[in-house]
């Protein structure tokens, strides 16, 4: 596994995988692919542009022909899959795309990795396929009970890679993450979104009572544990990873309002998300036991986040500013 192809690597999670592998392994060359839909940006990647380890591919994993002639000429031996639609409330509205990247692609990667023989493909999941888990832990041999056509469409890419896996032995591994946070994240996910509306004094919309919970993990140690399980994870195996720490949507407001000063009067309840999972929660024990740890705790994740919106101003206005975000958050907004 020396050449990866890291397609969707122009986005949030890819971009801050594309720099670890970079970072980290002197002997490895990366290949992102990537459509650059609105979610996706070259800037992300600005770090390690002059790397001669590094280099960038346009395309769309739904296009079969581009994929091989990327996997063709860079060599590749091994698919570490980010590519995909991503943000629910968007899935809520046009869900189309979401069945054809996220499925559709995952199909079209999948046979490149099996007619190109790679030593692994790797699908990076969420834990959005178990559903809303009021009690206990998902592990990773729970039922799939999926509620939104964004985790839905990621539930059939996983049970495609699990079929490639059994039927064609393809060397398939699986990671389920919970919710990310940290550098280069699109501001329409809710903490990128709050920082930044936090720094110009505008409202935190609040999707109903703000009591649901999520496990927010920093992107680095998301990173790490993909990386683990690419090194020492077993074939035709799932993977859980998250830190195990939950976090009322309430608290992770105020704790960004907190860290930057800002008053409570700017959280705003605004009407709920249809079908709004409550609660996420995973059981990590399964890669806890192939020697990963988180090095973030919640509070340490979101310092760390909010001071990177504070330092890279730049990157976040260009986004906000453009008449495509406008127009989504709008759209999304206005309604509520
Ligand atoms: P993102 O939306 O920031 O980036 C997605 C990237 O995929 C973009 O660069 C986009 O241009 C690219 N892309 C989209 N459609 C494509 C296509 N058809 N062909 C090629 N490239 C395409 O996403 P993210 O938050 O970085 O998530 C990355 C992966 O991790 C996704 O598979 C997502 O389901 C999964 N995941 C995300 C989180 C999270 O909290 N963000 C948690 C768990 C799992
Ligand atoms: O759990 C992993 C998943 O986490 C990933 O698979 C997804 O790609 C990623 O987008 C994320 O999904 P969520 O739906 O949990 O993330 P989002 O940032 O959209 O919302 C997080 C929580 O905040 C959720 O309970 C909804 C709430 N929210 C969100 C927005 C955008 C608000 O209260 N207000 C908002 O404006």
Known sequence: MKNLLVTGGAGFIGANFTQFMLNTYSDVTVTVFDKLTYAGNLENLASVSDDLRYQFYQGDICDAEAVDKAMRQFNIDAIVNFAAETHVDRSLMEPGSFIQTDVY???VLLEAAKNFGVERYHQISTDEVYGEVMTGRSTENDNLEPRSPYSASKAGGDLLCLSYF???DLPVTITRGSNNIGPYQYPEKVVPLFVTNAIDNKALPIYGDGSQMRDYQHVQDHCAGIDMVLRKGQVGEIYNLGTGEETTNLTMAQSILALLGKPESLLQPVTDRPGHDRR????????GALEWENRYDFAAAIDATVKWYVDNEDWWRK????????EYYAKNYSRR
């Open 319 to 326: 986004i906000k500013s453009g008449a495509a975000y406008k």
């Open 166 to 168: 059994t039927s064609f």
């Open 280 to 287: 996420y929660a995973i059981d990590v024990s399964k890669a």
């Open 105 to 107: 692609g995952t199909f």
